[in-house]
């Protein structure tokens, strides 16, 4: 899908753009249920018509969000974003052993990103990690503009490349491996999945328009999207995703201490944003609960059928704030 709107290089004013307010899109993480966020993003862009890039000033995502708002900065469709999902996404999850899931999504993030460079984004992206060993967020910015502080040393993604930066993102620790990254000044950084410091990067996102780009909260639009809340799955279905014996069977119960730490992060966020900023940042957020037992699903799904369901979720939720998002990118 083209854009007929011509985007300057990150950081660079866009005189289109400038009249309008601010937007900005969050990405929540969760693993293969990402599925889900795709099924809303597909619906908004052909809605509007548009590539997903154009209609947004800054994208924030974390883990499996982080992958879709590189795709979509870098002007994937959403519609191309969802065949890789299907292509990848159920091999990578259904490997047996933390090792051979790390190797897995590093060889698709080299290979899907080996020739994009933070220079090639066409709007401002952050990208949330979690500093394993300092227990703080390590976040991955395009423009010198996002910076909070220490602006004069500051290098795009840390001088790291995108492939890096997406697999520190996704690294959730214990069913991925942590990963390291080495800083353009040499230091060498272990990485975590982002969503054990924002799994929701909605609130990190909305600072940063705020704090660093000096944008006044009335002129902010926010689209926030989670991956939707489902039903766990049975110890027996969990086990299956997760090991290949019933020597592991310890990793089933990690899955679910997992899902509730990142569901618990998740939420916290979205109360904090609706404390500090629900009557000053209009915000769209999606994120709805399934209770039907036939959704039971977890951040390792892998059976394509199912993750096709969330799509289909996805779209039904678009469908419910229709008119909300559009308001949010036509005002």
């Known amino acids: 899908m ?10 660079e004013a866009n005189p289109e753009q400038s009249a309008r307010p601010f937007r900005v899109l969050s990405l929540d993480g969760g693993g293969a249920k990402g599925f ?12 509007t018509g548009k590539p997903i890039f154009s209609s947004f000033d800054l994208i924030f995502g974390t883990s499996t969000g982080a992958i879709i708002a590189a795709l979509l900065a870098r002007g994937d469709s959403v519609e191309n974003v969802l065949k890789l999902y299907r292509d990848h996404v159920p091999l990578i999850m259904k490997r047996a052993t933390p090792a051979r899931r790390s190797a897995a999504l590093s060889s698709l993030a080299h290979s899907i990103f080996k020739d994009t460079k933070v220079a090639d984004f066409k709007t401002k992206i952050g990208i949330v990690a979690t500093n394993w060993k300092d ?9 010198k503009e996002q910076a909070h502080g220490s602006k004069g ?24 491996n942590t990963y390291t990254v080495k800083k353009f000044n040499g230091d060498s950084v272990e990485l975590a999945d982002g969503g054990f410091c924002a799994n929701n990067p909605t609130l990190y996102a909305i600072a940063e328009a705020i704090r660093a780009l000096n944008m ?13 809340a489902y039903p766990e799955p049975s110890i027996l ?59 039971a699903t977890d951040l390792l799904e892998h059976d394509l059928t199912k993750l096709d369901r ?22």
């Open 2 to 11: 083209e854009s007929s709107i011509k985007i300057p290089p990150v950081g």
């Open 36 to 47: 889900y966020t795709l099924g809303i993003l597909d619906e908004l862009e052909k809605n």
């Open 135 to 143: 227990e703080r967020p390590f976040i991955f910015k395009s423009s």
């Open 153 to 176: 040393s500051f290098v795009q993604f840390f001088g790291c490349s995108v492939a890096d930066a997406i697999i520190g993102s996704c690294s959730a620790y214990p069913f991925f």
């Open 216 to 228: 006044e909260p009335k002129d902010i639009r926010v689209v926030s999207l989670g991956v939707g």
């Open 237 to 295: 279905k969990r086990l299956r995703r997760v090991c290949s014996g019933w020597g592991l069977i310890r990793h089933s119960f990690n899955t679910g201490f997992l899902q509730r730490i990142l569901g618990t992060n998740t939420q916290s966020m979205e109360q904090l944003r609706s404390i500090l900023y629900k009557d000053i940042v209009p915000t769209v957020r999606i994120n709805d609960a399934f209770v039907e037992p036939a959704m």
């Open 310 to 331: 969330l799509v289909q979720k996805g779209r039904i939720s678009y469908q419910a704030k229709e008119t909300e998002l559009l308001n949010i990118l036509t005002h």
